[in-house]
């Protein structure tokens, strides 16, 4: 190694900035190309001001020590995983905090509530990445009750209507085995509205169920029924970590026989995650408890059917909880814009959430700030 010449330690091995700059040159042809890359492309058109020589000694020093592979012995080498690793590590730490597109921010603004913002941060986002891109609600503890009320439709049929202070509502009609008057109905909606406004939907949903097992409430016919009402309209709605996905076609296109591609047999195994949901949300939220910026490239996903995969995911805020978007490609994705783009639309969907919830200052508090 020549004197002074930087060095980046990892693990127990020690890269050198050449062979830092020639994995890094290799990567970036390997993902435009898709075509194992050789020591002679990298000395001619890779940048990296080194003969063709020298390229490959240290080509073989990466192999060895795990960066790159060669898929056959007249190849060009490939990055692994470990060299994706080491590739997108340099990337975070070198990159500049995104700006939130005014156009992307101006489009989520025309949303009118929180679960429309976020349904269309997946398009957004898909759209920016070409990649299949996902948006988390914020977790249910963090929207809270603010009204309930029941609309008489006819005798024996009500319309249960619930609003969350983040302007989430749930409508469903319910069909009662008796005949309820409007004031019934009015004075079981008022008592809902005072036991529990302000509290958290899951402890309105506990609190409700405890309620209904007392043995008691079976003689409180309003506010038994009250509960009934409410309980049944609560388990209905959304949960918090709804999930809404978008650009699934893209994976389409990753499909192949070939070795760093995507079996179809895995696609199909992702596709039916993504259609349960559930099951992709609880796979997800492995990795999107932490504030800020997470990538996950192929075999350090734990779930064996996201392997062939890379996830790029950040977090947003809504002015008290956090929420989760992310795109989740192949692993020879195109990391830089990926990490652009997840970091530029959470930027944007937290100042459109934020300013939807922060209410606005009026004079008195304006004049009140500047004294």
């Known amino acids: 190694m020549a004197a002074g010449e930087a060095t980046t330690q990892l693990d127990s091995y020690t890269i050198s900035e050449r062979a830092s700059l020639i994995l890094g040159a290799l990567i970036r042809q390997y993902i435009d190309s898709g075509e194992p890359v050789s020591s002679l492309w990298l000395a001619q058109h890779g940048g990296v001001g080194l003969s063709s020589a020298t390229v490959r000694n240290i080509m073989v020093e990466l192999?060895?020590?795990?960066?790159?592979?060669?898929?056959?012995?007249?190849?060009?080498?490939?990055?692994?995983?470990?060299?994706?690793?080491?590739?997108?590590?340099?990337?975070?730490?070198?990159?500049?905090?995104s700006l939130s597109s005014p156009s992307v921010e101006a489009r989520l603004r025309q949303a009118v509530s929180v679960r429309d913002v976020i349904s269309n941060v997946s398009h957004e986002l898909s759209v920016a990445s070409h990649h299949l891109a996902f948006a988390c609600m914020p977790r249910a503890t963090a929207d809270t009750f603010e009204h309930i009320e029941f609309v008489q439709v006819n005798k024996a049929t009500v319309l249960v209507v619930v609003r969350t202070k983040k302007g989430n509502v749930s409508q469903k009609s319910i069909h009662l085995n008796e005949t309820v008057d409007r004031l019934t109905l009015t004075q079981g909606a008022n008592y809902l509205n005072q036991e529990f406004i302000g509290l958290p939907l899951r402890d309105v949903r506990a609190e409700i169920i405890k309620q209904l097992r007392q043995e008691q409430m079976l003689y409180d016919q309003l506010r038994s029924r009250a509960l009934r009402l409410a309980s049944t309209t609560l388990e209905d709605m959304e949960p918090a970590n709804q999930l809404f996905i978008e650009g699934a076609g893209f994976l389409a296109e990753e499909v192949s026989d070939c070795e760093d591609r995507v079996p179809l047999g895995i696609l199909q195994t992702l596709l039916t995650m993504i259609e349960s949901k559930d099951l992709l949300v609880k796979l997800l939220n492995e990795y999107i408890d932490g504030p800020g910026m997470t990538v996950v490239i192929g075999t350090e996903n734990s779930t064996p059917e996201m392997q062939a995969f890379s996830l790029v995911t950040s977090t947003y805020f809504d002015g008290e909880s956090r929420g989760s978007i992310g795109i989740i490609g192949p692993r020879r994705m195109r990391y830089s814009r990926a990490i652009s783009a997840v970091d530029s639309v959470s930027t944007a969907v937290s100042r459109v959430l934020v300013a939807q919830t922060t209410p606005p200052r009026n004079d008195k508090q304006r004049k009140t700030e500047r004294t």
């Open 63 to 97: 192999e060895q020590n795990g960066y790159v592979y060669q898929p056959h012995t007249s190849a060009g080498r490939v990055p692994t995983d470990q060299g994706y690793r080491y590739f997108v590590d340099r990337l975070l730490r070198t990159r500049k905090n």
